[in-house]
């Protein structure tokens, strides 16, 4: 299938940064669900009008992981306050307390990614999109959940 191990390696990067599309855009939605009153059927729809919605497996990803982590709120932050110590949700800022979200439902309800990928998809959403020590502390937590784990990839 690969001609070498450069094409391997560019074969990963293009799936990778096409989930990391999706995650970006599944970050934002769920910064908008978590500061504002819209709800996921109109949040979804606004998203559907973006442009990386046009390649279907990418949008597919991102409705998947925004609607798992949606749906499995509720459970996703009792994990999350569970290992994040001295750290409840509300001390948390809303783009680092929407990381965790992400990275704690893919790891714990999609697991279709090794956690090492999610966690450092993770860093650097946080790196990216949050503060100078975000990506350190997004990085703790998800590790103490990972460890928690029965079987981690």
């Known amino acids: 299938m690969?001609?070498?191990?450069?094409?391997?390696?560019?074969?990963?990067?293009?799936?990778?940064?096409?989930?990391?599309?999706?995650?970006?855009?599944?970050?934002?939605?769920?910064?908008?669900?978590?500061?504002?009153i819209l709800e996921t059927p109109d949040i979804l729809a606004?998203?559907?009008?973006?442009?990386?919605?046009l390649e279907e497996k990418v949008?597919?990803?991102?409705?998947?992981?925004f609607v798992a982590t949606v749906s499995n709120r509720d459970k996703i932050d009792a994990t999350i306050t569970s290992t994040s110590?001295?750290?409840?949700?509300?001390?948390?800022?809303?783009?680092?307390?929407?990381?965790l979200r992400l990275a704690v439902c893919e790891m714990l309800y999609l697991e279709d990614a090794p956690v090492p990928v999610i966690i450092d998809e993770a860093i650097e959403l946080a790196k990216k999109y949050s503060t100078e020590n975000s990506g350190k502390f997004v990085n703790g937590v998800l590790d103490s959940i990972a460890k928690l784990r029965p079987t981690a990839k």
């Open 46 to 53: 606004i998203f559907q009008m973006q442009e990386f919605a």
């Open 2 to 36: 690969y001609h070498n191990s450069r094409d391997q390696e560019r074969f990963f990067e293009g799936i990778m940064s096409k989930r990391r599309l999706s995650r970006e855009n599944c970050l934002q939605s769920l910064y908008l669900a978590d500061v504002t």
């Open 59 to 65: 949008f597919e990803f991102y409705k998947t992981l």
């Open 85 to 99: 110590k001295n750290w409840g949700l509300e001390r948390m800022s809303a783009i680092d307390r929407c990381i």
